[in-house]
């Protein structure tokens, strides 16, 4: 069995992930084999809907990670929804005030610090106690993408029962007039992802961000606690353009790049 995500910040590690965007069972469990420490079901920009995550989540967890699901919105039936189909954490996007934090916690946990609803139907049967193990282990995440959620940076991460943020490179970017990319080196990325790591540091909440393999360590190094390193389909794409560019004895690899979605 995995090791849950909060028990491994508290013994001081760090964690690295796999992305799917691709509604694939065989594709989760084998990502999950890979030794990724959790591996994100991307319901908002995937392809993947609730009828895919469900099967999704029980293969991630046969392979030995800990399954978080990105969901589609600041939304308290799908976040408990798949809560109940056994992620064991949420990643919310948009989250720009503390307001919307509030609401995100309100969904995702059960009274008396949220008001989700009681009916794990699917994560009860792998734990007698979920009740007890949700409140201790369920990884509560807003994502940290626009210039307002950074002006707003300190209060949302006062709000009681969030345990992590996520940075979205992409759309952070774009907030701030850059390309949907990481921007490393341009002092207004810059700026930002130091401004997070040092908020987060004050207010004892766990930094994350989506990546790549050829950031993830710089990230780690700065002080991000969660790395999200890599995509099924950025895998694939680079994977696939490798093995097609030794074939026909080529030295570049043209699908290497910085996908972030």
Same mark, same amino acid.
Request: hydrophobic share 40%; glycine share 8%; proline share 7%.
């Given at each position: 069995?995995?090791?849950?995500?909060?028990?491994?910040?508290?013994?001081?590690?760090?964690?690295?992930?796999?992305?799917?965007?691709?509604?694939?069972?065989?594709?989760?469990?084998?990502?999950?084999?890979?030794?990724?420490?959790?591996?994100?079901? &991307?319901?908002? $920009?995937?392809?993947?809907?609730?009828?895919? @995550?469900?099967?999704?989540?029980?293969?991630?967890?046969?392979?030995?990670?800990?399954?978080?699901?990105?969901?589609?919105?600041?939304?308290?039936?799908?976040?408990?929804?798949?809560? &109940?189909?056994?992620? $064991?954490?949420?990643?919310?996007?948009?989250?720009?005030?503390?307001?919307?934090?509030?609401?995100?916690?309100?969904?995702?946990?059960?009274?008396?610090?949220?008001?989700?609803?009681?009916?794990?139907?699917?994560?009860?049967?792998?734990?007698?106690?979920?009740?007890?193990?949700?409140?201790?282990?369920?990884?509560?995440?807003?994502?940290?993408?626009?210039?307002?959620?950074?002006?707003?940076?300190? &209060?949302? +991460?006062?709000?009681?029962?969030? &345990?992590?943020?996520?940075?979205?490179?992409?759309? +952070?970017? +774009?907030?701030?007039? +850059?390309?949907?990319?990481?921007?490393?080196? $341009?002092?207004?990325?810059?700026?930002?992802?130091?401004?997070?790591?040092?908020?987060?540091?004050?207010?004892?909440?766990?930094?994350?961000? $989506?990546?790549?393999?050829?950031?993830? @360590?710089?990230?780690?190094?700065?002080?991000?606690?969660?790395?999200?390193?890599?995509?099924?389909?950025?895998?694939?794409?680079?994977?696939?353009?490798?093995?097609?560019?030794?074939?026909?004895?080529?030295?570049?690899?043209?699908?290497?790049?910085?996908?972030?979605?």
């Amino acid at each position: 069995m995995s090791i849950p995500i909060k028990e491994r910040w508290k013994d001081g590690q760090n964690i690295l992930g796999g992305w799917l965007s691709t509604p694939s069972t065989v594709i989760a469990e084998a990502t999950a084999r890979m030794g990724f420490d959790y591996v994100c079901v &991307d319901t908002q $920009h995937g392809a993947i809907g609730y009828a895919d @995550a469900v099967p999704m989540i029980q293969a991630i967890l046969l392979g030995n990670s800990s399954p978080v699901v990105r969901v589609p919105w600041n939304d308290p039936g799908i976040i408990g929804k798949m809560l &109940d189909a056994g992620a $064991h954490g949420l990643i919310v996007p948009m989250v720009n005030t503390p307001e919307d934090a509030q609401r995100v916690v309100e969904a995702a946990r059960y009274a008396p610090l949220g008001s989700r609803s009681y009916g794990p139907t699917v994560a009860a049967m792998r734990n007698n106690s979920y009740l007890e193990w949700a409140s201790e282990n369920v990884v509560v995440i807003p994502m940290i993408e626009t210039n307002l959620a950074l002006t707003n940076l300190e &209060d949302i +991460l006062q709000v009681p029962g969030i &345990d992590a943020i996520y940075v979205g490179p992409a759309d +952070l970017s +774009l907030s701030l007039g +850059l390309p949907p990319r990481n921007n490393d080196g $341009h002092p207004t990325f810059d700026k930002a992802y130091s401004k997070i790591l040092k908020a987060c540091e004050l207010a004892n909440i766990m930094p994350g961000c $989506h990546a790549t393999g050829e950031v993830a @360590a710089d990230r780690l190094e700065a002080g991000f606690r969660m790395v999200t390193v890599t995509s099924d389909l950025n895998a694939a794409r680079i994977g696939y353009g490798i093995e097609l560019a030794q074939a026909r004895k080529e030295t570049n690899n043209p699908a290497s790049g910085d996908t972030l979605y």
